[in-house]
């Protein structure tokens, strides 16, 4: 096994409108592998794990979550300006849905509801990530499968030759 243990891998977990349901599995995933994340794994930002995060010279930016808001806008342009490689996390980050819903509302329901979008600051759409930037990998599901969030650990901790092309982290130690 090649693995130079100086360099990590620099991510960010970064969550938007959805139900949280891959967080909770990175979470649990990190429990049950956290010393070996922790070897190949700098977190630079992950609110759900840290209070002191930084958005900047990111590796790889996982996102989760439909984009609702203005705001929530403005954020994912900085994640991208700020990642080399974005990897959309779950449906709602991949489709849209099933936050988009409304969307697809017809204009009686959509009118209903405008006073509810305006209080709490809300687009009238609501957006995929690719929708609104470039996105360089997906996992879809929801919760997201985590067969195919680790294969897309293990392809950029090998681009980021971090660990070797025969090796994965699921079999490393």
Known sequence: MTENTQKK?????????????STIMFV????????KFK???????ANVLKSNNEL?????????????????????????????FVVAIGSCAVTGLPSAHRNNFDEKTKEEISPYLKRFNQTDHVYAL????????????????EAQFLAA??????????????DSI????
């Open 56 to 84: 900047s010279d990111i590796d790889v930016a996982f996102v989760k979550g439909a984009i609702a808001s203005d705001k929530d806008k403005e954020k994912l342009f900085k994640i991208r300006e700020n990642s080399q």
């Open 130 to 145: 690719h929708e609104l930037v470039q996105v360089d990998d997906k996992v879809p599901g929801c919760p997201m499968i």
């Open 9 to 21: 891998l620099k991510i960010g977990w970064f969550s938007f409108t959805c139900c949280e349901d």
């Open 170 to 173: 699921t079999t490393i130690n």
């Open 153 to 166: 650990v293990d392809k950029y901790l090998k681009h980021f030759e971090i660990i070797g092309e025969n």
């Open 28 to 35: 649990e995933m990190l429990n049950d592998n956290f010393f």
């Open 39 to 45: 070897k190949y794994f700098e977190f630079r930002h």
